[in-house]
T-cell receptor, first 112, second 117 residues
Framework: GENVEQHPSTLSVQEGDSAVIKCTYS??????FPWYKQELGKGPQLIID?????GEKKDQRIAVTLNKTAKHFSLHITETQPEDSAVYFC???????????FGTGTRLKVLA | DSGVTQTPKHLITATGQRVTLRCSPR?????VYWYQQSLDQGLQFLIQ???????AKGNILERFSAQQFPDLHSELNLSSLELGDSALYFC????????????????FGAGSRLTVL
């Protein structure tokens, strides 16, 4: 069935270093890949997304890359700051539906 | 504030009881989705409504039901509650129903935390 694997489950980095979170999806019909950030006590918030016709997208310190052949996509955060500490979820959405399959989340801790 | 409003924020109840969670979507959004997030778990899709009609169903138990009303708000009804139903329940909304490229963006509410004792 449809599945999204996300690694690592926890990640600690020093402030200023980069963080990379990786996801693999199983449904080849997926064409939209959003990343959500969930801070403590809040709902997930969209931080960046990528569509299957694009290989990379950047927005200031965050970037997402997509390898359709390998069914991999990754979130890259550069120059991490303490406020980047949160749980990050990747997701894959199938063409023609809004049903998102979420990864299990990565708890990122940025150490000051 | 995401524009998606969920009530109540917290709810404590006993096993066997029934509760109703309410969601008002972002202004202009026609689709509403319900997700369950258990402790240290990811987001599990429960059900989607578009303009009052059920569009997609996920891992929703038979004890759970939902509906979307003409004013587009939605309610998730959880009955015969069990300890394992304790979780965060998120509502999300989107403009359309998933057929238009460029409109596949979900906006989440802050969630309703259900504790079953």
């Amino acid at each position: 069935g449809e599945n999204v694997e996300q690694h690592p489950s926890t990640l600690s980095v020093q402030e200023g270093d980069s963080a990379v979170i990786k996801c693999t999806y199983s449904d080849s019909a997926s064409n939209y890949f959003p990343w959500y950030k969930q801070e403590l006590g809040k709902g997930p918030q969209l931080i960046i997304d990528i569509r299957s016709n694009v290989g990379e997208k950047k927005d200031q310190r965050i970037a997402v890359t997509l390898n359709k052949t390998a069914k991999h996509f990754s979130l890259h955060i550069t120059e991490t700051q303490p406020e980047d500490s949160a749980v990050y979820f990747c997701a894959a959405s199938r063409r023609g539906t809004y049903k998102y399959i979420f990864g299990t989340g990565t708890r990122l801790k940025v150490l000051a | 504030d995401s524009g998606v409003t969920q009530t109540p924020k917290h709810l404590i109840t006993a096993t066997g009881q029934r509760v109703t969670l309410r969601c008002s979507p972002r202004s202009g959004d026609l689709s509403v989705y319900w997700y369950q997030q258990s402790l240290d778990q990811g987001l599990q899709f429960l059900i989607q409504y578009y303009n009052g009609e059920e569009r997609a169903k996920g891992n929703i138990l038979e004890r759970f039901s939902a509906q979307q009303f003409p004013d587009l708000h939605s309610e998730l009804n959880l009955s015969s509650l069990e300890l394992g139903d304790s979780a965060l329940y998120f509502c999300a909304s989107s403009p359309g129903q998933g057929t238009v490229l460029g409109a596949n963006v979900l906006t989440f509410g802050a969630g309703s935390r259900l504790t079953v004792l």
